[in-house]
């Protein structure tokens, strides 16, 4: 009675050999399984598709903190590095996700001091393809002001002025202000402001020939920097590849923008004020259009962070030096358009008066086209190099729409020289600031010295004297 037939005895003596290789071969696979999701071996950061860049300064030097041991968790990853002499780890990562790191400040020298608990440790969202995400830490001491970083700190060199989140030297404990720290700021502010006066150029153009106050040129800017992460981020092509399609593509929205919207509206003599909410709208429209088909996280674009220039002090990496280079030969081209071709000295003629030029037999229609080409051309390639020089989101443009006014208000309104020197004087005096008050301040400190020039000079300053009556 207890014996099974044969043939339901065969099937168990096979179901139970199939169970005891499963679980042979489960014992035999978690030596294995085991380390990988451990991540036994780094990955190389410079073939991975993702990676974060990790710098670590001193708030009162700006000087990098090397040999400090940093830990990055997150999507099964689980590594420990050490800071190298420039005080960063570049970290290859197996895809995108959450990672927290971790900084083991007590591994540090003890007159540098610690990093503020709530910048330690700091959780950073990498999306995918995203390359050398920046996460900034700052050792202050306990009489700094603790101002640390924020995760959407750029990757500037030595707190460039586009950059969100150093403290001012002035606030760490009265350790002074030294004079490599004095030509770091200058230098990072020089070349911050050529990549301003890029953008600034294109406002004071459109303004001088059309006397529109355009919102919206922010959007412009944004949409260069996210032409150069489509192209070199997402489909992999070389960097210069990604600002050659940021300018091309920025002229071309310049084209359609003044072709569907701008210049039916002139045609319908819609009023300057009118015209400026126009662009308000536009601006607020594009952004959350960029926010929709981007995401609202910090993008950055593939960037070396070890340096490549050192002045003194003061390093930088090669995009920094190539974004000064060609930003400089552009403006030095726009400046021979202006002075030396027949646009030039038509738009100039324009800017001084419309009905004249159109009296003299100047296409004023054309050579307002020509100036929106121009101008959103110039914005594409501010917008690129700016995404290069820090990072960018969907609303990089407009972060810097203040200082983009600013810097034309203060050169002189229509004019394009006078929008170069407003930009370069607004960025290096923005940086400067930061010795004495605290970074998130130093907005305020660039407006407030284009109040004092403007009461001294209220046409700016290469801007002419209007009468009065």
């Not at 860049?53 to 990853?77: M, Y």
């Not at 489509?230 to 593509?249: E, H, M, N, Q, T």
């Not at 594009?286 to 609202?296: D, I, L």
Request: hydrophobic share 50%; glycine share 14%.
């Amino acid at each position: 009675m207890g014996i099974l037939p044969v043939e339901p005895r065969r099937r168990r003596a096979v179901g139970i050999g199939l169970i005891g290789m499963a679980f042979a071969a489960l014992v035999a696979v978690l030596p294995i399984a085991a380390p990988l999701s451990a991540s036994a071996d780094p990955i190389d950061p410079s073939t991975a598709d993702e990676s974060i860049s990790i710098w670590l300064r001193d708030v009162a030097t700006k000087a990098p903190v090397p040999d400090i041991s940093v830990e990055v968790k997150g999507k099964g990853f689980d590594e420990t590095f050490t800071t190298d002499a420039d005080g960063r780890v570049l970290v290859g990562l197996p895809g995108p996700g959450d990672y927290t790191i971790t900084v083991d400040d007590s591994t540090a020298p003890p007159e540098i001091g610690s990093i503020p608990a709530a910048q330690n440790p700091r959780t950073v969202a990498v999306q995918s393809t995203n390359k050398n995400v920046p996460a900034n830490f700052l050792f202050t001491t306990a009489a700094g002001s603790g101002g640390g970083t924020t995760p959407s700190d750029s990757t500037s060199p030595s707190t460039g002025a586009g950059s969100s989140g150093s403290s001012s030297g002035a606030s760490s404990g009265g350790t002074g202000i030294t004079g490599g720290l004095v030509a770091s700021k200058i230098v990072t502010g020089i070349i911050y402001g050529l990549l301003l006066a890029l953008a600034s150029i294109g406002v004071s153009l459109i303004y001088g020939t059309t006397g529109l106050n355009n919102f919206a040129h922010g959007e412009l800017v944004t949409f260069g920097a996210l032409m150069g992460y489509l192209f070199s981020s997402i489909l992999g092509l070389p960097g210069f590849v990604g600002i050659i399609a940021a300018v091309l593509l920025g002229g071309l929205y310049g084209f359609v923008q003044d072709t569907v919207l701008w210049r039916p509206l002139r045609k319908r003599g819609v009023g300057l004020v009118p015209l400026m909410i126009v662009s308000i709208g536009l601006a607020l429209a594009t952004r959350y259009v960029y926010s929709f088909f981007f995401g609202a996280d910090r993008l950055t674009l593939p960037n070396d962070p070890s340096p490549f220039l050192r002045i003194g002090s003061v390093s930088l990496r090669f995009t920094d030096v190539m974004g000064a280079v060609v930003a400089l030969i552009v403006l030095l081209l726009v400046a021979w358009v202006m002075l030396r071709t027949r646009l030039g000295k038509a738009a100039r003629a324009v800017s001084d008066n419309r009905s004249l030029a159109a009296a003299s037999g100047i296409d004023v229609d054309g050579v307002i086209r020509w100036i929106w080409i121009g101008g959103g051309a110039l914005a594409g390639l501010s917008g690129v190099l700016i995404a290069y020089y820090q990072s960018l989101r969907w609303d990089t443009g407009s972060q810097i729409l203040l200082l983009i006014f600013a810097a034309v208000t203060l050169g002189g309104l229509g004019s394009a020289f006078g929008a170069l020197v407003g930009s370069m004087v607004i960025s290096v005096f923005m940086n400067l600031s930061t010795l004495f008050i605290p970074d998130n301040l130093k907005y305020v400190a660039a407006l407030a010295v284009m109040i004092v020039i403007l009461l001294v000079r209220p046409q700016g300053i290469l801007g002419r004297r209007e009468r009065i009556g």
